[in-house]
């Protein structure tokens, strides 16, 4: 494990692995890299980038200093680059996907972007995903992963099969980021995807519902130079055997 410095003094942490152009791999709410949906994909893309997996403020072995703004984020990947020393792609999961394009956004050394079901809302800053925020800071532990997911709309039989798993209690761990991450889609507008000038591409799952899909598509519609694929797979998630020569063969 290393360390970098984000601008406000929060140390990050993360792994690198690999040989060739760097790549950081940004997780999606709830998930760092002991407690991640990222690893297999990790362990495939590394015979062709240079991978970078970290932790994400507030989670695993990342620190946290209050208080929290989408900005805090982009400084984060800022020190990333900086650490790759060369301009990186980025690939997003879910809400990391908004990381990703906020940092895109804010003129970072981004030079592409892959970006797995970004959930980007049609209302942008909503009353609905300010009164989401604000139910996320009221609540802790179980009580806030719950409500999460069940409004994210993860499946009953999915949310069901998670209780009293380690990934569970993993996500129980870092209950307090999940307000982040719809702070973070607050502030994820149309005006912001319009400033996002690296080719983007964005990815959906074939198993999903149409809400995740077409978000996706919209996203895609939106970014300035953006091509929109459906992929074989589960609600929310494609095999990494799958995922791995579709980002290669764009990253290249």
């Known amino acids: 494990m290393s360390v970098v410095t984000s601008r406000d003094g929060t140390h990050i942490a993360y792994e690198r692995a690999g040989s060739g ?19 297999e994909l990790a362990d495939l ?11 994400r403020r507030g989670r695993g072995e990342s620190g946290d200093t209050p208080s929290y703004a989408p900005a805090r984020e982009v ?37 592409r972007l892959v970006l797995l079901e970004p959930p980007i809302g049609s209302a942008e800053g909503s009353a609905t995903q300010r009164a989401f925020t604000a139910k996320l800071r009221e609540l802790s532990g179980e009580d806030a992963v719950t409500y999460f ?7 009953d039989e999915l949310l069901a099969g998670m209780r ?18 719809s702070e973070l889609s607050e502030a994820t507008t149309s005006a912001l995807l319009s ?8 990815l959906a799952s074939s198993g999903s519902g149409g809400e995740l899909t ?23 998630s494609v095999p990494a055997t799958a995922l791995a020569p579709v980002v290669t063969d764009f990253l290249r």
Request: charged letters at 10%; a negative charge.
């Open 214 to 236: 077409g978000m996706a598509a919209s996203a895609a519609a939106a970014l300035p130079h953006a091509v929109h694929r459906s992929l074989a797979g589960e609600w929310h």
């Open 164 to 181: 009293g798993t380690p990934h569970w209690q993993a996500m129980v761990s870092v209950a307090h980021t999940l307000a982040y991450d």
């Open 21 to 39: 152009p760097p790549l950081v791999l940004i997780d999606a709410a709830g998930h760092f890299r002991a407690n991640s949906a990222l690893g």
């Open 45 to 55: 893309l590394t015979g062709d980038f240079t991978v970078y997996r970290y932790d």
């Open 149 to 155: 997911l069940t409004e994210i709309g993860v499946p």
């Open 75 to 111: 400084e984060d990947i800022a020190a990333l680059v900086a650490a790759a020393g060369a301009p990186v792609a980025l690939y997003g999961y879910s809400s990391g996907c908004l990381v990703a394009l906020h940092a895109a956004a804010a003129g970072l050394d981004v030079r």
């Open 195 to 202: 400033r996002v000038t690296a080719p983007a591409l964005v």
